[in-house]
């Protein structure tokens, strides 16, 4: 029996090809400069955002045309009143001033004051917020393993073409699923189990009853959606020169499919639900509005119904960052759990 | 860029025809109806009269919703047209700037992507006011981002074609690149996807107008009527229907037609399916020591074409069989067929398939599981990326065998030392991308000892792999053989390496085969004008063997063009009359030799 040990270079990693333990190789450090380095231009690309968010929110008041106190206040207010509101809102300084007040405002927590209500528009945010929030989570709590396992038998039963009759129903079923807009399927489960058999409350929030059709009727498309996925990402793996090793092994197809398949499916399946989520976020404000549910969604449509506009601006800034948010914490997530990725930025 | 009709792609197409003679029929045919106040039917429910019910003035909401139809596309397509021309400018953006201020238009759609179109809307509605031209203006910029992206991915596939290059290098201004060569180019897949995005305008405006952020009255379309509809919902739900079923159609039509065009779009670059290769064999006299023993094994796909066509096949115990041929041979198919893994639509049929004496028909997967081992070619590609090396090793004593984790566990890292792998406790723990790729072949291998194997089938094990590794493997399969006394069934493009490992040698051509003879043989003894080609293309020892029939003019038949005759007669160089129409069959030719060639014996 010759002996073979240690004849062979490792081909994805350079250095010594056995390192002892407990030290950490060459190649190893360099990989994690380049995942830290990663995780820097990330981290970058996210403030830039953020400050060009800040901008355009800043941006928006001043983009309206005419005086947006005037506007606001319509034709009849008194000039002393809009004199006043104007410096209130410091919009008699020059812009440069305004711009650096509003920064330092922002970051310290001050969005400034309804025009309708007075209050705080930092309170009111910090009060709707989790109300959308919990929509959109619970949402995508629910599309997810709904979703990726109709996708997964779709594959699996659509496989090189065969059941044609299936793959066709699964598409249209899916792709008319996905057209139908979330404020639809809302006013569609309104009408179906709050109004005609009862079995909801039709609006409002009070209590765990009360999440059910709002829940629903956000997570519809989302399902359809991340089963379409699914399917294409399943067929995809299905292909692969290790599925064929794992049928050599004779293994039963639950455990193919769960095991071996499921898992390389999930980073793309992943992206998507990050996506999705910034999507259910927007998704809410319409449902919000046919549920009267006591969240952001519904206060911006307020506050632009009447011209409420610091509202407006803390409202959509407060989106952005969110949006912004989600889709750094996706890239770091997907960083750190595909294993292949640091091959992947090497080459 | 033919566009593929489906069922819903017509569907799809018939109802956005019906949309677009509503939006012109509407108005004209029931224009009057829709407007008609009448005090003494306000606020009606659905009726016999009024199907939909009447609004606060008594007008008859079916008439309005079909009358709607017309300024609601009309929205939708003006602010699609925006969209598509403010995204189509940013898009271009990056070809036209100096490189900096290029980057900086790619980074500026990058993000605006990620925001969700709504979001987009709401802002320009904050600007604009309410009202249809900020809806129009919202939802136009919310498309945007989309078509620059577009774009942008379209001119820089195009712009890396070799004509745009030529352009270049002659010194053609980059702003004439871009609308000569580029422009037009694209223009194709962008008028495509405006289906697409004009379904989503429909859908958008519906929710602004929806949410009474868009259009305001005495103007009305869908998403008005929804929204006046919505707030009777309590009392007469069937008054918010109407504009819903109209919305949610044309949602739908858009969305069906759109798919279809955009995917005729994406079609651009329509990839061939992959032919799968094709075989040839003979029988012989059974052999009741054999551990594998294949008789008239044939592989059909759809169109009746037989990439392996009566392939007979024994190897002893212990014994190392090559099967060599080109790509296109059939080898690999045959190897799949007697692991039972061709791929669906390909059928096997057999007079006889017997693992270890017996029908593998009848073997469970207990016993396929234990006493088969494949390896294939591309070792990363066969192991699983998501799972530890070791966890893969061990699943099989996990579910054929019952075996608890641990005592799995000690035994695939007993099996990674078995095939040289260093360190194979640390191995087993890391996931393959870890491993280089001979220690991932070593891996496989390990896999395929983790039972107690009766035939290996290695399917260009060592192609994959730098030659330095390729011997080390090819030395390893040996001592496994030799410890084991497993069959193996070595199947390669490569006759030199087959020569090197194998005790025989069975050549295939166009499904069947050919030649089989004792490895040692192949230098002097082969007969076959093929094997004698493929031996003489062979260059010196070190040279590239990758292409080992170089020196052949002509390719191999695909399995549906075969004629009458003998495959390889087309170029052969002592083919006559009768080998374009009669099949030699597979006949003795001297000890342990056959071959399948009528000049020849
Ligand atoms: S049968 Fe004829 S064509 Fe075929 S290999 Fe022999 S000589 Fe060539």
Not at chain 2, 99 to 108: Q, V
Not at chain 2, 226 to 252: C, H, K, M, N, W
Request: aromatic share 4%; with cysteine.
């Amino acid at each position: 029996m010759p002996d073979t040990s240690g004849l062979e270079t490792p081909g994805t990693v350079t250095g010594p090809p056995f390192p002892p333990p407990g030290r950490a190789p060459e190649a190893v450090r360099r990989a994690a400069r380049r995942r830290a380095r990663v995780v820097v231009r990330r981290a970058v690309r996210f403030a830039v955002s953020l400050a060009v968010l800040l901008a355009a929110s800043f941006a928006m008041i001043h983009l309206i045309p005419g005086d947006p106190v005037r506007t606001a206040l319509g034709p009849t207010a008194p000039v002393e009143l809009v004199e006043a509101r104007r410096a209130a809102l410091g919009l008699d300084r020059p812009l440069p001033e305004q711009f650096a007040t509003y920064v330092t405002n922002v970051l310290s927590g001050n969005l400034g004051t309804s025009f309708i209500t007075s209050e705080p528009v930092g309170e009111v945010i910090a009060a709707r917020l989790p109300n959308t929030l919990a929509l959109a989570l619970l949402a995508t709590l629910l599309a997810l393993p709904a979703g990726v396992p109709l996708g997964m038998w779709a594959a699996v039963r659509t496989q090189n073409g065969r059941n044609r009759g299936s793959e066709l129903t699964f598409g249209s079923v899916t792709g008319t699923a996905v057209a139908v807009p979330e404020f639809l399927y809302a006013i569609g489960l309104v009408s179906a189990f709050a109004i005609g058999l009862g079995w909801f409350p039709p609006a409002g929030k009070a209590g765990p009853i009360t999440y059910v059709l709002p829940v629903l009727a956000l997570a519809a498309g989302p399902v359809a959606m991340i089963a379409r996925i699914a399917r294409v990402e399943t067929l995809r793996e299905l292909g692969k020169d290790y599925v064929r090793l794992a049928r050599a092994k004779r293994l039963p197809a639950r455990r193919l499919h769960l095991r071996h398949v499921l898992p390389n499916t999930l980073t793309a399946t992943l992206t998507v639900c990050g996506l999705l989520l910034t999507s259910l976020i927007a998704g809410s404000v319409l449902v919000e509005f046919v549920f009267a549910w006591p969240g952001l969604g519904l206060k911006i449509v307020e506050s632009i119904t009447q011209k409420d506009y610091p509202v407006a601006q803390g409202v959509i800034l407060v989106y952005g960052a969110i949006v912004l948010v989600v889709n750094l914490a996706v890239d770091l997530l997907l960083g750190a759990l595909d294993p292949t990725s640091e091959i992947r930025e090497q080459s | 860029m033919p566009v593929r009709w489906s069922g819903p792609a017509v569907a799809g197409a018939v109802i956005v025809a019906l949309m677009a003679a509503l939006a012109v029929a509407g108005p004209i045919v029931w224009g009057d109806a829709a407007e008609r106040i009448d005090a003494g039917a306000i606020l009606q429910g659905a009726s016999a009269e009024h199907p939909l019910g009447t609004d606060n003035l008594g007008r008859d909401l079916l008439a309005r919703v079909l009358v709607a139809g017309r300024f609601s596309l009309a929205l939708a397509l003006a602010a699609t047209l925006i969209g598509a021309v403010a995204g189509i400018l940013l898009g271009t953006l990056p070809s036209v700037l100096p490189r900096r201020a290029a980057r900086l238009a790619t980074g500026t759609v990058n993000a605006l992507v990620a925001f969700p179109g709504l979001l987009l809307a709401m802002f320009t509605a904050v600007v604009a006011g309410l009202g249809a031209r900020g809806a129009v203006l919202g939802i136009g910029a919310a498309i945007a981002p989309g078509f620059a992206r577009l774009t942008q991915t379209l001119a820089a596939t195009v712009a890396g074609a070799d004509y745009v290059s030529a352009a270049r290098m002659l010194g053609v201004p980059r702003r004439r690149i871009l609308s000569r060569h580029v422009l037009p180019n694209i223009a194709e897949p962008l008028i495509l996807n405006l289906t697409q995005a004009l379904g989503g305008a429909l859908l958008g405006l519906a929710g602004m107008s929806f949410l009474g952020l868009g259009v305001q009255p005495p103007s009305f379309d869908w998403g008005r009527l929804l929204f006046d509809g919505f707030s009777r919902i309590y009392v007469t739900p069937e008054v918010a229907l109407g504009p819903a079923a109209a919305v949610a159609l044309a949602g739908i039509g858009f969305n069906l037609l759109g798919d279809a065009l955009a995917r005729a779009a994406a079609r651009t670059t329509v990839r061939k399916a992959e032919e799968p290769p094709a075989p040839p064999a003979e029988p012989d006299e059974p052999d009741p020591g054999a551990v594998l023993d294949v008789r008239d094994l044939t592989v059909t796909f759809p169109g009746g074409s037989n990439p392996v066509r009566g392939l007979s096949l024994t190897v002893a115990p212990g014994e190392v069989v090559g099967l060599v041929g080109e790509s296109g041979s059939g080898k690999s198919l045959t190897a799949a067929a007697i692991g039972g893994l061709v791929p669906y639509p390909g059928k096997v049929t057999y007079g006889r398939l017997h693992l270890g004496g017996r029908d593998v028909a009848t073997l469970s997967d207990k016993e396929l599981g234990t006493a088969l081992a494949m390896v294939f070619q591309d070792p990363l590609a066969a192991l699983n990326p998501a799972l530890k090396v070791g966890g893969q090793l061990a699943e099989v004593a996990v579910v054929h065998e019952g075996a608890s984790r641990a005592e799995a566990r000690r035994r695939a890292v007993d099996r990674l030392g078995q095939v040289h792998l260093p360190e194979p406790e640390r191995r087993a723990a890391q996931h393959p991308h870890e491993l280089s790729g001979g220690m991932r072949q070593r891996a496989v291998i390990a896999m395929g000892l983790m039972g107690t194997p009766r035939l290996i089938i290695a399917d260009e094990p060592t192609t994959a792999l730098d030659v330095t590794v390729q011997r080390q493997i090819l030395r390893l399969l040996r001592e496994v053989v030799a410890e084991t006394g497993a069959a193996t069934l070595f199947i390669s493009h490569d006759i030199a390496v087959v020569g090197q490992l194998c005790d025989r040698v069975v050549v295939m051509y166009a499904g069947r085969v050919v030649e089989e003879l004792p490895a040692d043989r192949l230098a002097e003894g082969a007969a076959h004008p093929y094997t004698r080609a493929l031996i003489a293309s062979l260059p010196g020892l070190d040279t590239d063997r990758t292409r080992p029939l170089a020196g052949i003019p002509g390719t191999q038949p695909a399995p549906d063009q075969v004629g009458p005759g003998c495959a390889f007669a087309p170029r052969c160089s002592l083919a006559t009359e009768r080998c374009t129409t009669e099949r030699p069959e597979l006949d003795a030719h001297g000890p342990r030799q056959r071959v399948a060639c009528w000049e020849v014996s």
